[in-house]
């Protein structure tokens, strides 16, 4: 009889921790066009921004690729345009 009074008996409260979820920075990495070569891998976001800050003369951004995943391709090219070619 006792039994039964504790299992007729409401469960304690207990606070629901949410299930473990690993938080995850996007990286990047830049890739040259014509050669394929990898300026820059794996790079977070402050990386990325440095890279640029030190290589925006040399290098124009072409395309992003992969930008949901949490892996993007930064495409460059290091061939500036020409003013007429970079209106089309």
């Known amino acids: 009889m ?11 409260f207990r606070r629901c921790e949410p299930p473990f ?10 890739i040259l066009e014509r050669s394929s ?4 891998e794996n790079a ?16 124009v951004g ?7 995943s949490a892996h993007a391709r930064v495409i460059v090219t290091d061939e500036i345009p020409d003013e007429d070619e970079a209106e089309f």
């Open 2 to 12: 006792a039994a039964m009074a504790v299992l007729n008996q409401p469960l304690p």
């Open 21 to 30: 979820v690993m938080t995850t920075e996007r990286r990047y990495s830049i």
């Open 37 to 40: 070569e990898v300026l820059l």
């Open 44 to 59: 977070l976001m402050a990386q990325l921004e440095a890279f640029w800050d030190a290589n925006d003369a040399r290098y």
């Open 62 to 68: 072409l395309r992003l690729e992969n930008e949901h």
